[in-house]
Protein backbone atom coordinates (compact mmCIF):
# COMPACT_ATOMS: atom_id res chain seq x y z
CA UNK A 1 0.00 0.00 0.00
CA UNK A 2 1.36 3.30 -0.84
CA UNK A 3 1.89 5.98 2.43
CA UNK A 4 2.47 9.01 2.66
CA UNK A 5 5.75 10.57 3.72
CA UNK A 6 4.99 13.68 6.77
CA UNK A 7 8.63 14.46 6.56
CA UNK A 8 8.82 15.96 2.91
CA UNK A 9 8.54 20.00 2.56
CA UNK A 10 5.00 19.84 0.39
CA UNK A 11 3.41 18.33 2.99
CA UNK A 12 4.92 20.73 5.79
CA UNK A 13 3.53 23.80 3.25
CA UNK A 14 0.39 22.31 3.13
CA UNK A 15 -0.23 21.30 7.18
CA UNK A 16 0.37 25.25 7.16
CA UNK A 17 -2.26 26.19 5.26
CA UNK A 18 -4.64 23.68 5.90
CA UNK A 19 -3.56 22.60 9.74
CA UNK A 20 -2.72 19.17 10.56
CA UNK A 21 -5.79 17.51 9.99
CA UNK A 22 -7.66 19.05 7.07
CA UNK A 23 -11.46 19.21 6.84
CA UNK A 24 -12.89 16.16 4.85
CA UNK A 25 -15.12 18.76 2.47
CA UNK A 26 -11.37 20.50 1.62
CA UNK A 27 -10.54 16.66 0.70
CA UNK A 28 -13.78 15.89 -1.20
CA UNK A 29 -13.75 19.50 -3.31
CA UNK A 30 -9.55 18.28 -4.08
CA UNK A 31 -10.95 15.35 -5.38
CA UNK A 32 -13.85 16.26 -7.75
CA UNK A 33 -11.53 19.31 -9.00
CA UNK A 34 -8.96 16.54 -10.00
CA UNK A 35 -11.68 14.45 -12.27
CA UNK A 36 -12.89 17.50 -14.00
CA UNK A 37 -9.31 18.60 -14.96
CA UNK A 38 -8.99 14.98 -16.45
CA UNK A 39 -12.28 14.82 -18.24
CA UNK A 40 -11.03 18.09 -19.65
CA UNK A 41 -7.88 16.79 -20.50
CA UNK A 42 -9.46 13.63 -22.20
CA UNK A 43 -12.24 15.45 -24.76
CA UNK A 44 -9.64 18.09 -25.96
CA UNK A 45 -7.18 15.01 -27.24
CA UNK A 46 -9.85 12.27 -28.11
CA UNK A 47 -8.99 12.40 -31.80
CA UNK A 48 -5.09 12.45 -31.10
CA UNK A 49 -5.34 8.91 -28.25
CA UNK A 50 -7.62 7.51 -30.73
CA UNK A 51 -5.54 7.74 -34.01
CA UNK A 52 -2.41 6.68 -31.16
CA UNK A 53 -4.59 3.54 -29.77
CA UNK A 54 -5.98 2.65 -33.05
CA UNK A 55 -2.96 2.10 -35.06
CA UNK A 56 -1.07 -0.07 -32.08
CA UNK A 57 -4.22 -2.47 -31.65
CA UNK A 58 -2.64 -5.27 -33.32
CA UNK A 59 0.68 -5.39 -32.02
CA UNK A 60 -0.40 -4.67 -28.90
CA UNK A 61 -2.89 -7.47 -28.45
CA UNK A 62 -0.66 -9.99 -30.41
CA UNK A 63 2.28 -9.47 -27.59
CA UNK A 64 -0.46 -9.49 -24.83
CA UNK A 65 -1.30 -12.75 -25.65
CA UNK A 66 1.77 -13.72 -25.91
CA UNK A 67 3.30 -12.24 -22.75
CA UNK A 68 0.04 -13.75 -20.94
CA UNK A 69 0.72 -16.96 -22.26
CA UNK A 70 4.21 -16.86 -21.59
CA UNK A 71 3.38 -15.91 -18.07
CA UNK A 72 0.87 -18.18 -17.75
CA UNK A 73 3.66 -21.18 -19.03
CA UNK A 74 6.19 -19.38 -16.24
CA UNK A 75 3.39 -19.25 -13.59
CA UNK A 76 3.02 -22.91 -14.36
CA UNK A 77 7.04 -23.61 -14.24
CA UNK A 78 7.63 -21.45 -11.07
CA UNK A 79 4.94 -23.26 -9.55
CA UNK A 80 5.76 -26.95 -10.49
CA UNK A 81 9.10 -25.91 -9.13
CA UNK A 82 7.99 -24.55 -6.17
CA UNK A 83 6.18 -27.82 -5.37
CA UNK A 84 9.04 -29.99 -5.89
CA UNK A 85 11.62 -27.78 -3.79
CA UNK A 86 8.49 -27.65 -0.95
CA UNK A 87 6.48 -30.73 -1.22
CA UNK A 88 8.88 -33.18 -2.99
CA UNK A 89 11.94 -35.21 -1.73
CA UNK A 90 14.00 -36.69 -3.88
CA UNK A 91 15.01 -40.21 -2.82
CA UNK A 92 18.12 -41.36 -1.90
CA UNK A 93 20.40 -44.02 -3.57
CA UNK A 94 20.36 -47.56 -1.43
CA UNK A 95 23.46 -48.77 -0.03
CA UNK A 96 26.11 -50.36 -2.21
CA UNK A 97 24.62 -53.92 -0.71
CA UNK A 98 21.33 -53.77 -2.16
CA UNK A 99 23.03 -53.57 -6.17
CA UNK A 100 21.38 -56.57 -7.19
CA UNK A 101 18.17 -56.67 -4.71
CA UNK A 102 15.15 -58.70 -5.50
CA UNK A 103 12.59 -58.02 -3.89
CA UNK A 104 10.42 -60.85 -2.07
CA UNK A 105 13.41 -63.41 -2.12
CA UNK A 106 15.12 -62.92 1.70
CA UNK A 107 16.57 -66.74 1.48
CA UNK A 108 17.52 -65.88 5.49
CA UNK A 109 14.21 -64.64 6.84
CA UNK A 110 12.39 -67.17 4.94
CA UNK A 111 14.59 -70.01 6.98
CA UNK A 112 13.77 -67.88 10.08
CA UNK A 113 9.41 -68.23 9.22
CA UNK A 114 10.06 -71.85 8.97
CA UNK A 115 10.27 -72.77 5.32
CA UNK A 116 12.36 -75.09 4.22
CA UNK A 117 13.06 -78.18 1.40
CA UNK A 118 13.84 -75.36 -0.86
CA UNK A 119 10.90 -73.55 -0.02
CA UNK A 120 13.24 -70.56 1.11
CA UNK A 121 14.56 -70.04 -2.05
CA UNK A 122 10.81 -69.27 -3.54
CA UNK A 123 9.35 -66.22 -3.66
CA UNK A 124 7.67 -64.87 -0.39
CA UNK A 125 6.04 -61.44 -0.69
CA UNK A 126 4.01 -62.16 2.95
CA UNK A 127 7.48 -62.97 4.24
CA UNK A 128 9.42 -60.15 3.26
CA UNK A 129 7.85 -57.51 4.17
CA UNK A 130 10.70 -54.61 4.25
CA UNK A 131 10.09 -51.06 3.38
CA UNK A 132 13.53 -49.67 1.86
CA UNK A 133 12.31 -46.50 -0.10
CA UNK A 134 15.50 -46.14 -1.79
CA UNK A 135 16.93 -45.98 -5.73
CA UNK A 136 18.94 -48.75 -6.13
CA UNK A 137 22.11 -47.80 -7.49
CA UNK A 138 23.89 -49.65 -10.42
CA UNK A 139 27.43 -51.38 -9.40
CA UNK A 140 30.53 -49.71 -9.73
CA UNK A 141 31.86 -51.09 -12.59
CA UNK A 142 28.12 -51.06 -14.45
CA UNK A 143 28.25 -49.67 -18.42
CA UNK A 144 25.41 -49.25 -20.81
CA UNK A 145 24.70 -52.76 -22.54
CA UNK A 146 25.47 -53.03 -26.13
CA UNK A 147 23.35 -52.52 -28.37
CA UNK A 148 21.61 -55.50 -30.07
CA UNK A 149 22.56 -58.10 -31.44
CA UNK A 150 26.57 -57.38 -30.81
CA UNK A 151 24.94 -57.65 -27.29
CA UNK A 152 23.66 -61.21 -27.44
CA UNK A 153 27.71 -62.24 -27.68
CA UNK A 154 29.61 -59.60 -25.72
CA UNK A 155 28.55 -58.31 -21.99
CA UNK A 156 30.41 -56.16 -19.59
CA UNK A 157 30.79 -58.55 -17.03
CA UNK A 158 30.32 -55.89 -14.28
CA UNK A 159 26.74 -55.74 -15.25
CA UNK A 160 26.13 -59.27 -13.83
CA UNK A 161 27.10 -61.07 -10.58
CA UNK A 162 29.25 -63.69 -11.64
CA UNK A 163 32.58 -64.80 -10.81
CA UNK A 164 34.81 -66.44 -13.36
CA UNK A 165 35.35 -69.61 -11.34
CA UNK A 166 31.40 -69.57 -12.17
CA UNK A 167 31.76 -68.75 -15.59
CA UNK A 168 34.46 -72.00 -16.05
CA UNK A 169 32.52 -74.76 -14.29
CA UNK A 170 29.38 -75.09 -16.18
CA UNK A 171 28.96 -78.17 -17.62
CA UNK A 172 25.29 -78.30 -19.16
CA UNK A 173 24.90 -78.69 -22.92
CA UNK A 174 23.22 -75.20 -23.13
CA UNK A 175 25.94 -73.11 -21.21
CA UNK A 176 28.16 -72.38 -23.74
CA UNK A 177 31.98 -71.67 -22.91
CA UNK A 178 32.94 -68.22 -22.51
CA UNK A 179 36.02 -65.92 -23.09
CA UNK A 180 36.66 -63.54 -20.85
CA UNK A 181 38.73 -60.57 -22.21
CA UNK A 182 39.64 -57.83 -19.53
CA UNK A 183 36.23 -56.22 -18.46
CA UNK A 184 34.00 -58.59 -21.10
CA UNK A 185 32.60 -61.62 -20.84
CA UNK A 186 32.10 -62.62 -25.07
CA UNK A 187 30.34 -65.71 -26.15
CA UNK A 188 31.52 -67.97 -28.96
CA UNK A 189 29.44 -66.46 -32.03
CA UNK A 190 26.89 -68.76 -34.42
CA UNK A 191 29.12 -68.17 -37.07
CA UNK A 192 30.10 -71.71 -38.09
CA UNK A 193 34.24 -70.81 -36.80
CA UNK A 194 33.85 -72.40 -33.44
CA UNK A 195 31.97 -75.50 -32.57
CA UNK A 196 29.68 -75.28 -28.97
CA UNK A 197 27.13 -77.88 -29.57
CA UNK A 198 23.75 -76.15 -29.74
CA UNK A 199 23.11 -75.85 -33.26
CA UNK A 200 23.63 -79.77 -33.52
CA UNK A 201 21.83 -80.48 -30.10
CA UNK A 202 18.75 -78.47 -31.29
CA UNK A 203 19.09 -80.37 -34.62
CA UNK A 204 19.00 -83.70 -32.59
CA UNK A 205 15.32 -82.63 -30.86
CA UNK A 206 14.27 -81.60 -34.12
CA UNK A 207 15.03 -85.32 -35.55
CA UNK A 208 13.64 -87.10 -32.47
CA UNK A 209 10.69 -85.78 -33.18
CA UNK A 210 9.98 -86.33 -36.57
CA UNK A 211 11.51 -83.58 -38.12
CA UNK A 212 13.97 -82.88 -40.56
CA UNK A 213 15.94 -79.64 -38.75
CA UNK A 214 15.21 -77.80 -36.46
CA UNK A 215 14.29 -75.22 -38.74
CA UNK A 216 11.21 -76.88 -39.56
CA UNK A 217 9.63 -76.51 -35.57
CA UNK A 218 7.49 -73.69 -36.55
CA UNK A 219 5.61 -76.02 -39.19
CA UNK A 220 5.23 -78.62 -36.37
CA UNK A 221 3.34 -76.26 -34.36
CA UNK A 222 6.21 -75.47 -31.94
CA UNK A 223 6.52 -71.76 -31.09
CA UNK A 224 6.91 -70.88 -27.53
CA UNK A 225 9.28 -72.98 -25.46
CA UNK A 226 9.63 -72.96 -21.64
CA UNK A 227 13.41 -73.40 -21.37
CA UNK A 228 14.01 -74.66 -17.56
CA UNK A 229 17.26 -73.47 -16.11
CA UNK A 230 18.95 -72.08 -19.00
CA UNK A 231 22.12 -72.08 -18.13
CA UNK A 232 24.02 -69.27 -20.12
CA UNK A 233 21.22 -68.84 -22.50
CA UNK A 234 22.98 -70.48 -25.17
CA UNK A 235 19.99 -72.30 -26.25
CA UNK A 236 17.44 -69.74 -26.13
CA UNK A 237 19.65 -67.77 -27.72
CA UNK A 238 19.56 -70.65 -31.20
CA UNK A 239 15.97 -71.16 -30.80
CA UNK A 240 14.99 -67.01 -30.96
CA UNK A 241 17.56 -67.03 -34.21
CA UNK A 242 14.86 -69.59 -35.48
CA UNK A 243 11.85 -67.33 -34.65
CA UNK A 244 10.97 -68.83 -32.08
CA UNK A 245 9.97 -67.42 -28.37
CA UNK A 246 12.02 -69.22 -25.71
CA UNK A 247 11.52 -67.84 -22.54
CA UNK A 248 14.29 -68.92 -19.39
CA UNK A 249 12.81 -69.63 -16.33
CA UNK A 250 15.38 -70.64 -12.98
CA UNK A 251 15.46 -70.56 -9.45
CA UNK A 252 16.73 -67.28 -7.84
CA UNK A 253 20.45 -66.82 -7.14
CA UNK A 254 22.34 -64.85 -4.43
CA UNK A 255 25.16 -64.78 -7.62
CA UNK A 256 25.59 -66.37 -11.25
CA UNK A 257 22.21 -65.98 -11.83
CA UNK A 258 21.19 -67.57 -15.21
CA UNK A 259 17.92 -65.21 -15.19
CA UNK A 260 20.15 -62.20 -14.86
CA UNK A 261 22.91 -63.26 -17.44
CA UNK A 262 20.07 -64.04 -19.93
CA UNK A 263 18.34 -60.71 -19.65
CA UNK A 264 21.67 -59.18 -20.14
CA UNK A 265 22.04 -60.75 -23.43
CA UNK A 266 18.24 -59.64 -24.50
CA UNK A 267 16.98 -62.85 -24.13
CA UNK A 268 13.68 -63.68 -22.28
CA UNK A 269 13.90 -64.72 -18.64
CA UNK A 270 11.97 -64.54 -15.57
CA UNK A 271 12.70 -66.01 -12.05
CA UNK A 272 10.77 -69.10 -11.18
CA UNK A 273 11.20 -72.69 -10.31
CA UNK A 274 8.79 -75.99 -9.56
CA UNK A 275 9.71 -75.95 -5.84
CA UNK A 276 6.00 -75.55 -4.20
CA UNK A 277 4.00 -73.32 -6.24
CA UNK A 278 2.54 -73.10 -9.69
CA UNK A 279 4.33 -70.37 -12.36
CA UNK A 280 2.20 -67.60 -13.46
CA UNK A 281 0.72 -69.22 -16.20
CA UNK A 282 -2.19 -70.01 -17.31
CA UNK A 283 -3.27 -74.03 -18.00
CA UNK A 284 -1.63 -74.72 -21.60
CA UNK A 285 0.62 -72.27 -22.17
CA UNK A 286 3.43 -73.97 -24.40
CA UNK A 287 4.25 -75.87 -26.87
CA UNK A 288 7.54 -77.37 -25.80
CA UNK A 289 9.11 -77.64 -22.38
CA UNK A 290 12.66 -78.16 -22.29
CA UNK A 291 14.92 -79.10 -19.10
CA UNK A 292 18.97 -79.91 -19.83
CA UNK A 293 20.22 -80.56 -16.44
CA UNK A 294 18.13 -78.56 -14.90
CA UNK A 295 18.49 -79.95 -11.29
CA UNK A 296 15.16 -80.98 -10.84
CA UNK A 297 14.48 -84.26 -9.47
CA UNK A 298 11.48 -84.67 -11.41
CA UNK A 299 9.90 -88.07 -9.78
CA UNK A 300 9.71 -86.56 -6.14
CA UNK A 301 6.81 -85.07 -4.56
CA UNK A 302 4.37 -87.85 -5.71
CA UNK A 303 5.14 -86.53 -9.66
CA UNK A 304 3.75 -82.76 -8.58
CA UNK A 305 6.21 -81.65 -10.65
CA UNK A 306 5.35 -83.36 -13.86
CA UNK A 307 2.06 -82.42 -13.14
CA UNK A 308 2.81 -78.77 -13.47
CA UNK A 309 4.76 -79.56 -17.07
CA UNK A 310 0.86 -81.22 -17.96
CA UNK A 311 -0.59 -78.01 -17.06
CA UNK A 312 1.59 -75.78 -18.70
CA UNK A 313 1.70 -77.95 -22.11
CA UNK A 314 -0.88 -77.87 -24.52
CA UNK A 315 -2.38 -80.87 -26.62
CA UNK A 316 0.52 -82.57 -28.36
CA UNK A 317 3.37 -80.37 -26.87
CA UNK A 318 6.84 -81.57 -26.25
CA UNK A 319 8.60 -82.39 -22.94
CA UNK A 320 12.40 -82.69 -23.54
CA UNK A 321 14.57 -83.80 -20.85
CA UNK A 322 18.46 -83.97 -20.98
CA UNK A 323 19.98 -85.34 -17.94
CA UNK A 324 22.11 -88.41 -16.83
CA UNK A 325 20.32 -88.79 -13.90
CA UNK A 326 17.40 -90.63 -16.21
CA UNK A 327 17.66 -93.73 -17.23
CA UNK A 328 14.94 -95.56 -18.92
CA UNK A 329 14.78 -99.41 -19.34
CA UNK A 330 16.40 -99.61 -22.73
CA UNK A 331 13.51 -101.21 -24.39
CA UNK A 332 10.87 -98.55 -22.65
CA UNK A 333 10.02 -97.68 -26.37
CA UNK A 334 9.06 -101.15 -27.48
CA UNK A 335 8.04 -102.08 -23.75
CA UNK A 336 5.74 -105.04 -22.63
CA UNK A 337 3.62 -105.72 -19.70
CA UNK A 338 5.66 -106.32 -17.08
CA UNK A 339 8.78 -104.90 -18.00
CA UNK A 340 10.05 -102.60 -15.28
CA UNK A 341 9.72 -98.78 -15.43
CA UNK A 342 11.61 -96.01 -13.61
CA UNK A 343 9.12 -93.46 -11.53
CA UNK A 344 9.42 -91.00 -14.04
CA UNK A 345 8.57 -93.49 -17.15
CA UNK A 346 5.60 -94.90 -14.91
CA UNK A 347 4.35 -91.24 -13.96
CA UNK A 348 4.47 -90.03 -17.25
CA UNK A 349 2.03 -93.01 -18.56
CA UNK A 350 -0.08 -91.74 -16.21
CA UNK A 351 -0.37 -88.30 -17.71
CA UNK A 352 -1.25 -89.40 -20.90
CA UNK A 353 2.38 -88.80 -22.17
CA UNK A 354 3.86 -90.63 -24.48
CA UNK A 355 7.60 -91.48 -24.89
CA UNK A 356 8.82 -90.65 -28.68
CA UNK A 357 12.52 -91.06 -28.71
CA UNK A 358 15.52 -91.01 -26.46
CA UNK A 359 19.16 -91.02 -27.42
CA UNK A 360 21.55 -90.50 -25.46
CA UNK A 361 20.73 -88.83 -22.46
CA UNK A 362 18.20 -87.03 -24.25
CA UNK A 363 14.17 -88.00 -23.82
CA UNK A 364 11.17 -86.97 -25.47
CA UNK A 365 7.93 -87.25 -23.94
CA UNK A 366 4.60 -86.12 -25.64
CA UNK A 367 1.37 -84.98 -24.09
CA UNK A 368 -1.44 -86.22 -25.68
CA UNK A 369 -3.89 -84.66 -27.92
CA UNK A 370 -6.85 -86.47 -26.71
CA UNK A 371 -8.44 -85.29 -23.47
CA UNK A 372 -10.95 -88.16 -22.94
CA UNK A 373 -7.54 -90.36 -21.96
CA UNK A 374 -7.48 -88.45 -18.94
CA UNK A 375 -10.55 -90.02 -17.85
CA UNK A 376 -10.35 -93.48 -19.19
CA UNK A 377 -10.08 -94.92 -16.14
CA UNK A 378 -6.01 -95.74 -16.50
CA UNK A 379 -5.21 -92.82 -14.99
CA UNK A 380 -7.31 -92.82 -11.79
CA UNK A 381 -4.08 -92.27 -10.04
CA UNK A 382 -3.88 -88.21 -11.28
CA UNK A 383 -7.67 -87.07 -10.81
CA UNK A 384 -9.22 -84.05 -12.93
CA UNK A 385 -8.87 -80.51 -11.52
CA UNK A 386 -12.15 -79.21 -10.05
CA UNK A 387 -14.44 -77.02 -12.61
CA UNK A 388 -12.58 -73.37 -11.19
CA UNK A 389 -9.88 -75.23 -9.59
CA UNK A 390 -7.28 -73.92 -12.16
CA UNK A 391 -8.92 -70.59 -12.99
CA UNK A 392 -6.09 -68.46 -11.30
CA UNK A 393 -2.53 -69.48 -11.41
CA UNK A 394 -1.24 -66.72 -9.93
CA UNK A 395 1.44 -68.54 -7.57
CA UNK A 396 -0.89 -71.08 -6.16
CA UNK A 397 0.11 -74.25 -4.58
CA UNK A 398 1.14 -76.96 -7.08
CA UNK A 399 -1.96 -78.63 -7.44
CA UNK A 400 -2.14 -82.62 -8.11
CA UNK A 401 -4.70 -82.63 -10.51
CA UNK A 402 -4.66 -82.98 -14.40
CA UNK A 403 -5.82 -79.05 -15.84
CA UNK A 404 -7.41 -77.59 -19.23
CA UNK A 405 -9.36 -80.62 -20.35
CA UNK A 406 -12.75 -78.80 -20.36
CA UNK A 407 -10.81 -75.72 -21.64
CA UNK A 408 -11.71 -74.17 -25.52
CA UNK A 409 -8.23 -73.66 -26.28
CA UNK A 410 -8.25 -77.44 -25.80
CA UNK A 411 -6.31 -77.61 -29.62
CA UNK A 412 -3.38 -79.75 -30.55
CA UNK A 413 -0.49 -77.95 -31.82
CA UNK A 414 -0.78 -79.33 -35.10
CA UNK A 415 -3.64 -78.01 -35.93
CA UNK A 416 -2.58 -75.17 -37.92
CA UNK A 417 -5.58 -73.21 -37.17
CA UNK A 418 -4.90 -72.84 -33.89
CA UNK A 419 -4.43 -69.70 -32.11
CA UNK A 420 -5.86 -65.86 -32.57
CA UNK A 421 -7.55 -65.40 -35.49
CA UNK A 422 -5.36 -62.90 -37.65
CA UNK A 423 -8.72 -61.01 -38.33
CA UNK A 424 -9.99 -60.36 -34.41
CA UNK A 425 -7.44 -58.22 -33.09
CA UNK A 426 -6.88 -56.03 -36.74
CA UNK A 427 -8.46 -52.87 -35.60
CA UNK A 428 -6.50 -53.15 -32.28
CA UNK A 429 -3.22 -53.50 -34.72
CA UNK A 430 -3.89 -50.64 -36.44
CA UNK A 431 -4.35 -48.41 -33.96
CA UNK A 432 -0.95 -49.80 -31.98
CA UNK A 433 1.09 -49.58 -35.12
CA UNK A 434 -0.20 -46.11 -35.54
CA UNK A 435 0.84 -44.98 -31.60
CA UNK A 436 4.25 -47.02 -32.00
CA UNK A 437 5.19 -44.61 -34.21
CA UNK A 438 4.25 -41.80 -32.31
CA UNK A 439 6.05 -43.90 -29.35
CA UNK A 440 9.45 -44.29 -31.57
CA UNK A 441 9.50 -40.70 -32.37
CA UNK A 442 9.25 -39.15 -28.55
CA UNK A 443 12.01 -42.33 -27.60
CA UNK A 444 14.77 -38.93 -28.55
CA UNK A 445 16.49 -36.81 -25.52
CA UNK A 446 15.38 -33.75 -28.03
CA UNK A 447 12.27 -33.89 -26.16
CA UNK A 448 13.91 -32.91 -22.73
CA UNK A 449 15.83 -30.16 -24.69
CA UNK A 450 14.93 -26.50 -25.52
CA UNK A 451 14.77 -27.62 -29.50
CA UNK A 452 11.63 -25.66 -30.51
CA UNK A 453 10.10 -28.51 -32.83
CA UNK A 454 7.65 -31.11 -31.38
CA UNK A 455 8.99 -34.54 -32.00
CA UNK A 456 7.72 -36.06 -35.53
CA UNK A 457 9.01 -37.01 -38.72
CA UNK A 458 11.22 -34.07 -38.98
CA UNK A 459 12.94 -35.20 -36.34
CA UNK A 460 15.63 -37.51 -36.50
CA UNK A 461 14.43 -40.88 -35.32
CA UNK A 462 16.22 -43.17 -32.74
CA UNK A 463 18.34 -46.25 -33.83
CA UNK A 464 16.11 -49.40 -34.85
CA UNK A 465 17.62 -51.21 -32.66
CA UNK A 466 18.23 -48.68 -29.41
CA UNK A 467 15.58 -51.26 -27.82
CA UNK A 468 15.94 -54.77 -26.74
CA UNK A 469 13.98 -55.75 -23.54
CA UNK A 470 10.78 -54.12 -23.11
CA UNK A 471 8.08 -55.07 -20.42
CA UNK A 472 4.27 -53.73 -21.46
CA UNK A 473 2.61 -53.49 -17.42
CA UNK A 474 -0.32 -53.95 -18.55
CA UNK A 475 -0.35 -55.79 -22.39
CA UNK A 476 -4.24 -55.49 -22.80
CA UNK A 477 -4.44 -58.29 -26.35
CA UNK A 478 -0.64 -57.83 -26.80
CA UNK A 479 -1.16 -55.26 -29.46
CA UNK A 480 2.51 -53.47 -28.48
CA UNK A 481 3.99 -56.17 -28.94
CA UNK A 482 2.53 -57.40 -32.76
CA UNK A 483 3.11 -53.98 -33.59
CA UNK A 484 6.80 -54.01 -32.66
CA UNK A 485 7.32 -57.38 -34.85
CA UNK A 486 4.76 -55.82 -37.34
CA UNK A 487 7.76 -52.67 -37.48
CA UNK A 488 10.52 -55.22 -37.65
CA UNK A 489 12.22 -53.53 -34.41
CA UNK A 490 14.72 -55.98 -32.66
CA UNK A 491 12.79 -56.37 -29.04
CA UNK A 492 10.88 -59.05 -27.57
CA UNK A 493 8.23 -58.20 -25.02
CA UNK A 494 7.31 -59.57 -21.99
CA UNK A 495 3.54 -59.38 -21.57
CA UNK A 496 2.16 -58.43 -18.39
CA UNK A 497 -1.48 -58.62 -17.31
CA UNK A 498 -2.46 -57.79 -14.03
CA UNK A 499 -4.22 -59.59 -11.43
CA UNK A 500 -7.82 -58.32 -10.84
CA UNK A 501 -8.22 -57.31 -14.33
CA UNK A 502 -9.31 -59.04 -17.55
CA UNK A 503 -6.94 -62.40 -17.89
CA UNK A 504 -6.31 -61.59 -21.18
CA UNK A 505 -3.01 -63.42 -21.60
CA UNK A 506 -4.51 -66.79 -22.85
CA UNK A 507 -4.73 -64.96 -26.11
CA UNK A 508 -1.50 -63.15 -25.76
CA UNK A 509 0.40 -66.52 -25.38
CA UNK A 510 -1.87 -68.25 -28.22
CA UNK A 511 -0.50 -65.69 -30.28
CA UNK A 512 3.47 -66.77 -29.73
CA UNK A 513 4.40 -64.69 -27.59
CA UNK A 514 5.19 -64.43 -24.04
CA UNK A 515 3.42 -63.51 -20.71
CA UNK A 516 2.68 -63.76 -17.22
CA UNK A 517 0.49 -62.68 -14.71
CA UNK A 518 1.42 -60.01 -11.96
CA UNK A 519 -0.34 -58.14 -9.37
CA UNK A 520 1.69 -54.89 -9.17
CA UNK A 521 1.15 -54.16 -5.58
CA UNK A 522 4.07 -56.50 -5.62
CA UNK A 523 7.02 -56.27 -7.07
CA UNK A 524 8.16 -58.23 -10.07
CA UNK A 525 10.05 -61.29 -10.04
CA UNK A 526 13.16 -60.22 -11.82
CA UNK A 527 16.84 -58.88 -11.30
CA UNK A 528 17.65 -54.98 -11.45
CA UNK A 529 18.45 -53.57 -14.36
CA UNK A 530 17.08 -56.05 -16.75
CA UNK A 531 14.54 -54.11 -18.78
CA UNK A 532 15.28 -50.95 -21.33
CA UNK A 533 11.86 -50.19 -21.66
CA UNK A 534 8.45 -50.02 -19.71
CA UNK A 535 5.17 -49.21 -21.06
CA UNK A 536 2.16 -48.51 -18.85
CA UNK A 537 -1.71 -48.08 -20.47
CA UNK A 538 -4.15 -47.49 -17.74
CA UNK A 539 -2.62 -49.11 -15.68
CA UNK A 540 -2.55 -46.12 -13.14
CA UNK A 541 -6.29 -46.73 -13.18
CA UNK A 542 -6.02 -50.15 -12.16
CA UNK A 543 -3.88 -49.51 -9.25
CA UNK A 544 -5.60 -47.10 -7.65
CA UNK A 545 -8.96 -48.95 -7.79
CA UNK A 546 -6.93 -51.74 -5.78
CA UNK A 547 -5.56 -49.36 -3.43
CA UNK A 548 -2.11 -50.10 -4.25
CA UNK A 549 0.68 -47.29 -3.54
CA UNK A 550 1.54 -45.67 -6.82
CA UNK A 551 4.84 -44.65 -5.23
CA UNK A 552 5.86 -48.14 -4.54
CA UNK A 553 5.46 -48.81 -8.35
CA UNK A 554 7.34 -46.20 -9.03
CA UNK A 555 10.79 -47.21 -6.72
CA UNK A 556 10.12 -50.75 -8.35
CA UNK A 557 9.69 -49.58 -12.07
CA UNK A 558 13.20 -47.82 -11.49
CA UNK A 559 14.71 -50.98 -10.01
CA UNK A 560 13.76 -53.01 -13.35
CA UNK A 561 15.19 -50.39 -15.68
CA UNK A 562 18.18 -50.03 -16.91
CA UNK A 563 19.67 -46.41 -16.84
CA UNK A 564 18.94 -44.65 -19.62
CA UNK A 565 15.94 -46.44 -19.60
CA UNK A 566 12.97 -44.85 -21.40
CA UNK A 567 9.04 -45.27 -19.37
CA UNK A 568 6.18 -44.45 -21.31
CA UNK A 569 2.86 -44.21 -19.63
CA UNK A 570 -0.51 -43.47 -20.68
CA UNK A 571 -3.35 -42.85 -18.51
CA UNK A 572 -6.36 -40.15 -17.72
CA UNK A 573 -5.06 -36.48 -16.91
CA UNK A 574 -5.22 -36.29 -13.14
CA UNK A 575 -3.19 -39.32 -12.76
CA UNK A 576 -0.62 -38.44 -15.11
CA UNK A 577 0.00 -35.35 -13.50
CA UNK A 578 0.06 -37.15 -10.15
CA UNK A 579 2.81 -39.15 -11.58
CA UNK A 580 5.05 -36.63 -13.07
CA UNK A 581 5.71 -35.62 -9.36
CA UNK A 582 6.65 -38.75 -8.34
CA UNK A 583 8.68 -39.36 -11.22
CA UNK A 584 10.71 -36.03 -10.23
CA UNK A 585 11.16 -37.36 -7.02
CA UNK A 586 12.97 -40.56 -8.47
CA UNK A 587 15.39 -38.14 -10.69
CA UNK A 588 13.56 -38.94 -13.71
CA UNK A 589 13.18 -36.13 -16.84
CA UNK A 590 10.18 -36.47 -17.85
CA UNK A 591 7.32 -35.19 -20.08
CA UNK A 592 3.62 -35.05 -20.71
CA UNK A 593 2.73 -34.78 -24.10
CA UNK A 594 -0.62 -34.24 -24.92
CA UNK A 595 -1.28 -36.26 -28.55
CA UNK A 596 -5.18 -35.97 -28.79
CA UNK A 597 -4.84 -31.88 -29.07
CA UNK A 598 -7.34 -31.56 -25.71
CA UNK A 599 -8.34 -34.95 -24.82
CA UNK A 600 -8.60 -36.26 -21.27
CA UNK A 601 -5.81 -38.62 -22.45
CA UNK A 602 -2.20 -37.49 -21.56
CA UNK A 603 1.23 -39.21 -22.54
CA UNK A 604 4.00 -39.14 -19.90
CA UNK A 605 7.20 -40.08 -21.19
CA UNK A 606 10.27 -40.53 -19.39
CA UNK A 607 14.23 -41.45 -19.13
CA UNK A 608 16.03 -42.75 -16.53
CA UNK A 609 19.38 -41.17 -15.88
CA UNK A 610 22.59 -42.56 -15.27
CA UNK A 611 23.07 -42.03 -11.28
CA UNK A 612 26.46 -42.52 -10.19
CA UNK A 613 27.56 -41.90 -6.55
Known amino acids: MLKLDMRSPWFSKLSVILGPRPPRSWLLLCLIIILVVIALLGSSSLNVFDAVTYAARPDFYTNYRRLREQARSDYLELRSLFSAATRLREFNLCGRERENYVPCYNVSGNSLAGLKDGEEFDRHCEVSQE ?3 CLVRPPKDYKIPMRWPAGKDVIWSGNVKISKDQLLSSGSVTKRL ?16 IYDGVKDYSRQIAEMIGLGSDSEFLEAGVRTILDIGCGFGSFGAHLLSLK ?47 CAQCGIFWDKKDGMFLIEVDRLLKPGG ?70 GQDAQSYYQPLLPCISGTASKRWIPIQNKSSGVHPDEFFDDLQNWKSVLRNYWSLL ?7 HPKR ?41 VVPTGARNTLPLILDQGFTGVLHDWCEPFPTYPRTYDMLHAKGLFLHLTSKGCSVMN ?16 VSDELGLIEKARSLATQIRWEARVIDLQNGGDQR ?9 RK
Open 131 to 133: QHR
Open 178 to 193: MLLEENQIAFYSEDGL
Open 244 to 290: LMAVCIAAYEVTGSQVQLALERGLPAIIGNFVSMQLPCPSLSFDMVH
Open 318 to 387: YFVLTSPAVQPHRNSLNSKKGNILTPIEEFTQKLCWSLLAQQDETFIWQKTEDAQCYISGKQSAVPLCKE
Open 444 to 450: TPMIFSD
Open 455 to 495: PGDEDPLPPYNMLRNVMDMNAHYGGLNAAFLEAKKSVWVMN
Open 553 to 568: LFLEMDRILRPEGWVI
Open 603 to 611: LLVCQKPFL
